[in-house]
């Protein structure tokens, strides 16, 4: 219902339909793969809905730890398979994790110019509502 109320013209649901097909099949329900996933994500920048998000008081140990992750994924994916489809499963996520960059940039965007108006947001208001358990 969600994606029906803002997104049946824009084309976002087809896309964030199509990126997530795209994980799941890179991924191939691995759990340890998609838990190191999330957690290089989580630090990642440009994936909030806001773009002038704050930058974290110690950026460096962000960094640290984001590249400790990264190091821990890669080697496990070496460790399952060879170096060389690592290489081509570590490239295909690269290039999901810039989709998902943009995604969340042409989401920001969407929100800005279609919810400002009154019409919307009350549309969206009971059904925020309902998936919060608001009463």
Not at 1 to 10: D, G, K, M
């Given at each position: 219902?969600?994606?029906?109320?803002?997104?049946?013209?824009?084309g976002l649901r087809n896309?964030?339909?199509?990126?997530?097909?795209?994980?799941?099949?890179?991924?191939?329900?691995?759990?340890?793969?998609?838990?190191?996933?999330?957690?290089?994500l989580i630090f990642s920048?440009?994936?909030?809905?806001?773009?002038?998000?704050?930058?974290?008081?110690?950026?460096?140990?962000?960094?640290?730890?984001?590249?400790?992750?990264?190091?821990?994924?890669?080697?496990?994916?070496?460790?399952?398979?060879?170096?060389?489809?690592?290489?081509?499963?570590?490239?295909?996520?690269?290039?999901?994790?810039?989709?998902?960059?943009?995604?969340?940039?042409?989401?920001?965007?969407?929100?800005?110019?279609?919810?400002?108006?009154?019409?919307?947001?009350?549309?969206?208001?009971?059904?925020?509502?309902?998936?919060?358990?608001?009463?």
């Open positions: 219902q969600f994606y029906t109320l803002c997104f049946e013209a824009s896309m964030f339909l199509n990126l997530v097909s795209s994980l799941i099949e890179l991924i191939e329900q691995d759990f340890t793969f998609l838990s190191l996933l999330l957690t290089v920048q440009g994936l909030s809905m806001n773009e002038n998000e704050p930058a974290l008081k110690d950026s460096l140990a962000v960094y640290q730890a984001q590249i400790h992750y990264t190091k821990l994924l890669w080697k496990y994916l070496v460790n399952k398979q060879d170096e060389m489809e690592a290489c081509k499963q570590f490239t295909q996520l690269l290039t999901i994790i810039f989709r998902m960059q943009l995604a969340a940039k042409m989401f920001r965007d969407y929100f800005r110019s279609h919810l400002s108006s009154a019409n919307t947001v009350e549309k969206i208001e009971p059904l925020m509502q309902t998936v919060m358990h608001i009463s």
